[in-house]
C-alpha cells in the first residue's frame, strides 16, 4: 500500500463498517474519479461506474482527451462517492454519506467485460439489447479498470 493512504479516519464516530462502505459503492449512480495529469495539476471527472469484486469499471471516449491522455500504463487514482445528503441549515451542518477508494487505474483489456458491468448496474432491464449496444460501439470508447486497494467510508445520519 502507498504511503499516502495508510492514515486512519480522523472522525472514528462516523466510520462506515466495511460492509456499509461497499454497499453505498454498489448502489451509488456516479462518482468522480481523480487523477494527476502529466503537467501536476489535479483532473476530477464525474463518471457512472460499476463496482464487482474490488473493481469498478468506467467507459469514457476513445478520441485524446485529458483523461486518455493521463493513463497510460497503470496509474494512482482515487474515486468518490457521495450518497444520500441533507442540509442542516439550523445546526450549520450537512447529514451525508460518502466512500473514497484509492488503487490503481488502467485501461481495460476487456472492454466487453467492463461495458456489461455497467449495463447489468445502469440498465439492468436490457442486458441483452445493451450487450449489442456494447458490441457496436467498442471501437468508440476506453473502458477503465480501477482497481481498489483501500476504501473507506464516513456518514453523519
Wanted: include cysteine; charged fraction near 35%; glycine fraction near 8%.
Amino acid at each position: 500500500m502507498e504511503q499516502g493512504i495508510k492514515r486512519e479516519m480522523r472522525r472514528k464516530d462516523r466510520q462506515l463498517s466495511p460492509e456499509e462502505a461497499e454497499e453505498l459503492l454498489r448502489a451509488g449512480k456516479y462518482g468522480i474519479l481523480s487523477i494527476v495529469c502529466e503537467d501536476g495539476y489535479p483532473y476530477g471527472l464525474p463518471l457512472s461506474y460499476a463496482y464487482e469484486d474490488g473493481k469498478l469499471y468506467f467507459h469514457h471516449t476513445a478520441e485524446p482527451g485529458l483523461l486518455n491522455d493521463s493513463v497510460s500504463g497503470e496509474i494512482r487514482a482515487c474515486f468518490t462517492v457521495v450518497g444520500d445528503t441533507e442540509l442542516l441549515p439550523e445546526k450549520f451542518s450537512t447529514k451525508y454519506e460518502s466512500v473514497i477508494a484509492f488503487g490503481k487505474l488502467k485501461k481495460s483489456e476487456d472492454k466487453l467485460g467492463g461495458l456489461m458491468q455497467l449495463v447489468k448496474k445502469l440498465s439492468p432491464d436490457f442486458e441483452e439489447k445493451g450487450r449489442r449496444y456494447a458490441k457496436a460501439s467498442l471501437d468508440e470508447v476506453t473502458v477503465y479498470e480501477f482497481e481498489i486497494e483501500q476504501m473507506t467510508g464516513k456518514a453523519r445520519r
